[in-house]
């Protein structure tokens, strides 16, 4: 695609979707597309289906018509269905069941592990973050300050407030555009990125306290179990910033963090300094992501999890 008008021709009905717990990028792009099609597509029947965001994107425009629950538009079947920031159909959030009955699917992604899953799919693995793809899809002299105010934050999620090394020239210039379209972007970072609970600072305290470093220094781990979140009354959209934080560790090469989902089942985070590609070791592990940032859930104890992504890590370092 060079602009997203090409798959919006003859459309009555369609979706928008993401991923499974859906973070600032994927919740950014998604809203901001669904904004711009019922901005300027007034016509077209949209609909956005994402699992719960957290309260803290509650300043994200039209936030409350985000569907949890699956209509029947979906089970009618849509005229078109676009995903964004999805790497494979296996992370599709609310639609997974749903994805092969609409008549069109459009991805728009830029994991480099993207597998290629829908009819048409428009991966750029450069860019900093979906939200960027989108932009570059749009017509940006329609692009309203509320649909700016998504894509902006979906950038700076996906680009810790534009310090990872996915952050290009071309990123700063959309920045750049968005920031001239009158977003309060300050308030953006601070209540959406760097703002935490004060159940989440303790979270974080415990994980950075209970850490362990292997690999001669080169690795640190940081671990929560199933119980604790509990404990806590968190879930995995409350820890953001904890895997980036032990990143900063220094001599520090790969950070890895992990938290229960289920009994034996464990959601994995790993972040590079750049000595190791992290996409290789998630996708060994039927995860992916990007060589610095990726993700995936292995089962077993901790220490399988942790004895087994080291194994890789490893043979990494010492290549």
Do not use: W
């Amino acid at each position: 695609m060079e602009r997203i008008g090409e798959v919006l021709e003859g459309v009555r009905t369609m979706a928008i979707a993401g991923h499974i717990r859906p973070d600032g990028d994927c919740i950014g792009s998604c809203m901001g597309l669904y904004g711009y099609i019922k901005e300027n597509h007034p016509k077209i029947a949209a609909y956005v289906y994402l699992e719960p965001p957290g309260q803290v994107f509650s300043y994200i425009p039209r936030i409350e018509e985000v569907r949890s629950d699956c209509g029947p538009e979906l089970e009618e079947g849509l005229d078109l269905l676009i995903v964004l920031d999805c790497s494979t159909q296996e992370r599709l959030g609310v639609v997974s069941g749903y994805f092969t009955r609409a008549k069109k699917t459009v991805c728009i992604d830029h994991h480099v592990s993207n597998t290629r899953y829908a009819d048409i799919c428009h991966v750029e693995s450069r860019a900093s973050s979906a939200a960027e793809v989108l932009y570059g899809l749009l017509d940006s002299q329609k692009v309203s300050r509320e649909t700016a105010v998504c894509i902006y934050t979906g950038i700076i999620h996906d680009t810790g407030v534009l310090q990872y090394q996915s952050t290009t020239p071309r990123t700063m210039r959309i920045v750049a555009d968005l920031m001239e379209k009158g977003i309060d972007h300050n308030k953006i970072v601070d209540e959406s990125f760097y703002q935490k609970t004060y159940i989440q600072n303790q979270v974080m305290g415990r994980v950075l306290a209970e850490s362990i470093m292997l690999l001669d220094g080169a690795c640190i781990v940081g671990v929560l179990k199933k119980k604790d979140l509990t404990f806590y009354g968190v879930e995995g959209k409350d820890l953001d910033g904890i895997v980036s934080q032990l990143r900063l560790t220094k001599g520090v090469e790969v950070a890895i963090f992990l938290y229960g989902l289920d009994v034996m089942e464990y959601k994995v985070s790993l972040r590079s300094n750049g000595r190791v590609d992290v996409n290789k070791v998630a996708s060994y592990f039927g995860g992916g992501g990007h060589e610095r940032a990726a993700g995936c859930e292995i089962h077993g104890t901790s220490y399988d999890v942790i004895n087994n992504l080291t194994l890789h890590i490893e043979e990494q370092l010492n290549a």
